[in-house]
């Protein structure tokens, strides 16, 4: 089956700083990459995605990377905020939508 | 438009008791799955429901059952209850089972087996 490992698994910023987060999969029939923000006590919720034909997607301040030959992709954030303090998750997904988590990362942006 | 709504928030249970979680979809949504997320892990995939039918399991033992109901409600029930099942529970509603977009999470249900 599918194993996505998501590093590193804590990263702290200064406000105004970049994050990224980086995500590396096994399973060559994945096709679909989304990211997704865990705030504390509430689920996940997308944040942005990618599907496999394509490289780079971006969202704002937000940007995801693709590269199919290495199986890997990142999130980039800009101009980090406080409120983006929270839990990330990268995941892969097959096309029946069986969705592979990684392990997660907490950003603590500092004000 | 109603969001993924799952119920209850919280739930303490003992050892080899059985559970049922409850979720409802997010309207025009047919596709449920259900994910268990362990403290300080991400969500693992249990199973998948469309129109009724399992769709799709991940590695968890038979005690995990589920089912749909004609409204695309869902039930997660849990047999025999060990300690690590305690968990956060998701839930996650989608208009079909490959869609690529409007895959939407619930809050979860928090539980917790003593």
């Known amino acids: 089956g599918e194993n996505v490992e998501q590093h590193p698994s804590t990263l702290s910023v200064q406000e105004g700083d970049s994050a990224v987060i980086k995500c590396t999969y096994s399973d060559s029939a994945s096709n679909y990459f ?5 705030e504390l006590g509430k689920g996940p919720q997308l944040i942005i995605d990618i599907r496999s034909n394509v490289g780079e997607k971006k969202d704002q301040r937000i940007a995801v990377t693709l590269n199919k030959t290495a199986k890997h992709f990142s999130l980039h ?8 303090s929270a839990v990330y998750f990268c995941a892969a997904s097959s096309p029946l939508r069986k969705f592979y988590f990684g392990s997660g990362t907490k950003l603590n942006v500092k004000p | 438009e109603t969001g993924v709504t799952q119920s209850p928030t919280h739930l303490i ?11 409802s979809s997010q309207s025009g949504h047919n596709t449920v799955s259900w994910y268990q997320q362990a403290l300080g ?3 693992q995939f249990i199973f998948q429901y469309y129109r009724e039918e399992e769709n799709g399991r991940g590695n968890f033992p038979p ?4 089912l749909q109901f004609p409204n695309y409600s869902s039930e997660l029930n849990v047999n025999a209850l060990e300690l690590d099942d305690s968990a956060l529970y998701l839930c996650a509603s989608s208009s079909e089972p490959g869609a690529n977009y409007g895959y939407t999470f619930g809050s979860g ?3 917790t087996v003593v």
């Open chain 2, 109 to 111: 249900t928090r539980l």
């Open chain 2, 41 to 43: 892990q991400g969500p």
């Open chain 1, 34 to 38: 989304p990211w997704y923000k865990q």
């Open chain 2, 13 to 23: 249970k003992t050892r080899g008791q059985q559970v049922t979680l409850r979720c």
């Open chain 2, 63 to 66: 005690r995990f059952s589920g």
């Open chain 1, 77 to 84: 954030i800009t101009e980090t905020q406080p409120e983006d």
